[in-house]
């Protein structure tokens, strides 16, 4: 006779219900143990609050926050939308809002656009359905998609832009780095190191790329500096278009004197390969990066600006904190970092 094992019986939750049971308190209690910095209608001894916790491990009690969203009308979540997340310092930015975040009971969302405006769309309405308590976005289709801005409003999830540009919305406020501040401080250490010709190595074409902002900016920065000239600039997109690039520089008669790269990943390739078709850095061609991060494994330690990333997510949170999304806008300064390839040893 063939036997037939038993269905296993379903493992049911633990209630709100049963752990008040189990621990002789009332369910009010058991709400004022588990949110004891909240405001509740039953006050507690710290005695009766051990009691009530030890009673949820030795039952296996979970707190449910679905049930918490339904009655604080709170999700607990915060959306984090970038353009890309591929490098160093947006990783960096990433990590730095979710350690906030988390830190404070809130569980960040980071998703990426991908610099696509129909990307952006999507994830913004997804948001916008899972009623995030906030949204933090480097917008990329802003003419295209800030008509959203409206309907976050209207939901009271307030928007917190981490963009160059400043975004005019009564509920909107915008967090940035200084980016024209960057390009200064590169130009201003390059005149006193009396180099006169530069270069600028950048990314991307688009006119609505960081990487051409930053061109943009660097034109700016290069006429504040009597006496220091933009000689041209470069689109890099990967290892050969940079070994072409250093080729080139070698065939010129008169070759820049400094390369400024749009970030610190294009810099450590553009110092490789520069090195490669025979210029010694410094001493006859400097490289600067952006970006500000250090990885021991990087051939070159690059003169570079750091972007503190934890400053703008302390910034973007204490906006959320306060709730003050009036529109303003919190400009974070970049720090400069001088290190062996922009070391003058010429002089």
């Not at 995030?132 to 928007?159: H, K, M």
């Amino acid at each position: 006779m063939e036997l037939k094992q038993a269905a296993a019986a379903p493992v049911r939750q633990v209630t709100v219900a049963m752990l008040a049971k189990h621990a002789g308190v009332s369910r009010v209690a058991v709400y004022a143990a588990f949110n004891s910095g909240k405001k509740t209608t039953v006050g507690i001894s710290e005695k009766t609050r051990q009691k009530i916790l030890a009673a949820a491990e030795e039952l296996g009690y979970v707190p449910n926050d679905l049930a918490r969203t339904l009655v604080s009308g709170q999700s607990r979540t915060v959306g984090l939308l970038l353009k890309s997340n591929d490098s160093l310092m947006l990783q960096r930015l990433i990590s730095a809002f979710s350690h906030l975040f988390v830190e404070h009971g809130y569980l960040l969302i980071p998703e990426s656009s991908e610099s696509s405006v129909k990307r952006e769309r999507e994830i913004l309405s997804h948001f916008l359905h899972k009623r995030v308590d906030c949204v933090i976005v480097a917008w990329f289709g802003f003419d295209s998609n800030g008509d959203l801005l409206e309907q976050f409003s209207r939901c009271g999830i307030p928007v917190i832009n981490i963009l160059n540009r400043q975004v005019e919305h009564p509920d909107s406020a915008t967090v940035s780095f200084d980016e024209e501040q960057v390009m200064r401080l590169v130009c201003e250490l390059l005149s006193r190191q009396g180099i006169r010709r530069i270069w600028y190595a950048g990314t991307e074409k688009r006119e609505n790329s960081s990487s051409a902002c930053r061109l943009n900016y660097l034109r700016e920065a290069v006429k504040a500096c009597p006496g220091l000239v933009l000689a041209g600039a470069s689109c890099i997109a990967d290892a050969a278009e940079c070994r072409e690039f250093a080729a080139g520089l070698r065939q010129m008669d008169v070759p820049p004197e400094a390369v400024v790269c749009y970030n610190d990943r294009v810099a450590q390739l553009v110092a490789v390969e520069l090195r490669i078709a025979g210029f010694r850095i410094p001493e006859e061609i400097a490289v600067t990066g952006v970006d500000g991060y250090t990885d021991p494994y990087d051939p070159a330690r690059l003169n570079t600006v750091r972007l503190p990333v934890e400053k703008l997510a302390e910034a973007a949170y204490r906006i959320f904190r306060e709730a003050d999304y009036r529109s303003q806008l919190v400009r974070i300064a970049p720090e400069l970092i001088e290190r062996e390839t922009t070391r003058n040893l010429k002089q």
